[in-house]
């Protein structure tokens, strides 16, 4: 069982930043695929970053290329999501999951799941 639990969401004017957290067990990193999910009122589950085994490689969407990066610390069990030039569009609730697959955008690829922050983007 893999426990994974985000904060640092918040509600933040158009243009600015905010860092995400995922903290989990020991060892996670090493053995799956992360991957950090959003979803919008009425929207489906959209994966905007991953990040494979041992941190080897990133990937993202077109949506956020450019303004978030995704990173861990290792030491402390961390994964983070930075969001810089945020906008009203990344209004959503922020998820990060494990999956074996890399890259894949299915949210039924992803075996386990923090319970998510929000965040919210202001004009």
């Known amino acids: 069982q893999v426990q994974l639990a985000e904060s640092g969401g918040g509600l933040v004017q158009a243009g600015g930043s905010l860092r995400l957290s995922c903290t989990t067990s020991r060892g996670t990193f090493n053995n799956y695929h992360m991957g950090w999910f959003r979803q919008a009122p009425g929207k489906e589950r959209e994966l905007v970053a991953a990040l494979s085994l041992a941190s080897i490689r990133t990937y993202y969407s077109d949506s956020v290329k450019g303004r978030f990066t995704v990173s861990t610390d290792d030491a402390k069990n961390t994964m983070y999501l930075q969001m810089i030039n945020l906008k009203p569009e990344d209004t959503a609730v922020y998820y990060c999951?494990?999956?074996?697959?890399?890259?894949?955008?299915?949210?039924?690829?992803?075996?386990?799941w923090g319970q998510g922050t929000q965040v919210t983007v202001s004009n």
């Open positions: 999951a494990t999956t074996h697959k890399w890259r894949t955008n299915r949210a039924q690829d992803y075996g386990f």
